[in-house]
């Protein structure tokens, strides 16, 4: 009888559930200011005899992003962290990752007047785990964590017209890229150098595990309540290298947008699009058999929905 209960239980839940946990507030003492989200969901579907077909799922994603910001006088400090971290398992299936960031920023500015600041800035972004390519059901590893790394560091201005939009330009910005798992940095991967072979194969140099660009570097910051209970908060990187390839700029944009529907259930929708010149994606392959290889627009989108708890 109880497996028969369990089986019914089963049935009336066959359903995409999700269940989250978030914490959104701010919190002001003396010249420090800090801001917190934390998301997390969870979907779920089991069948048992079902007839339409269809396979069992388990899906969950979590989101942190949290700020720490200290103003005083005519110097500000601005830090703000954003990890994110999802999977996916589809019946027996190994579980596969849908997403996997990590990203901190910290900014040094002093004022020049009421809209710009001079600014120092950096911003290191990498991954927490390894990531596959699932084609023609073999597992190749391209990525894991610091493979790749980056790390933004510049001088510039700056941009404040409003306090929910934040412009910072700077035309002095170093980039660099690590690529610290030698089998991808063997390969070229990420636009380090790749490895030198002999005539037999051999390998003569190893692939380099860093690369240092110097260009211009632009970032885009807004943060709104667009209508009440819908906040929507976006930024945009650019990036220009003077020393190659100057017209070829990477992008980096994210956008989150969060809805409330009341004090315990909210939505979130998240995209990421990437364009980095040197990161060469395979996208078909010729009638001799090479692969079709070259820079492409990257794009994600992930949606989770459930219960909202705000402390």
């Known amino acids: 009888m109880k497996k028969q209960i369990a089986i019914l239980a089963m049935a009336v839940a066959c359903f995409t559930s999700t269940v989250g946990i978030a914490q959104d507030s701010t919190a002001t003492e003396g010249p420090w ?3 917190g989200l934390f998301s997390l969901t969870f979907s779920q579907v089991s069948l048992e005899n079902w007839q339409a077909g269809g396979e069992n799922s388990l899906a969950g994603n979590a989101l942190i992003k949290y700020s720490a910001n200290y103003s005083k006088n005519n110097w500000s400090w601005s830090n703000s962290l954003e990890m994110a971290f999802g999977g996916t398992q589809l019946g027996e299936g190994d579980i596969q990752k849908t997403d996997d ?3 901190l920023s910290s900014k040094v500015s002093r004022v020049i007047n009421k809209k710009w600041d001079a600014s120092f800035l ?5 991954q927490f785990t390894e990531g596959f390519n699932y084609e023609n ?3 190749v590893r391209i990525s894991h964590i610091m493979a790749p790394g980056y790390l933004f560091a510049g001088l510039g201005l700056t941009y404040k017209p409003t306090d929910w939009i934040n412009v910072e330009i700077s035309p002095a910005t170093s980039k660099m890229t690590f690529v610290l798992l030698q089998e991808l940095a063997d390969n070229g991967d990420f ?3 790749a490895a030198e072979y002999d005539t037999n194969g051999v390998k003569t140099k190893d692939g380099a595990n860093f690369r240092f660009e110097l260009g211009g570097y632009a970032k885009i910051h807004l943060k709104k309540e667009v209508v009440k209970n819908v906040s929507l908060e976006t930024k945009a990187d650019f990036f220009s290298n003077y020393l190659e390839n100057t017209e070829n700029i990477d992008i980096t944009w994210d956008v989150l947008l969060v809805m409330k529907v009341n004090s315990w259930l909210s939505a979130n929708l998240t995209t990421n699009l990437i364009y ?3 990161i060469d994606i395979v996208t078909g392959t010729r009638e001799d058999g090479t692969d079709i290889v070259g820079p ?4 994600k989108q992930t949606f989770g929905a459930g ?5």
């Open 191 to 193: 636009g380090v150098d």
């Open 137 to 139: 059901d073999e597992a």
């Open 296 to 299: 492409r627009t990257q794009f």
């Open 101 to 103: 960031r990590f990203e």
């Open 122 to 126: 950096t911003t290191f972004r990498t």
């Open 33 to 35: 200011k800090r801001d």
């Open 276 to 278: 980095d010149d040197d």
């Open 307 to 311: 219960l909202t708890a705000t402390f």
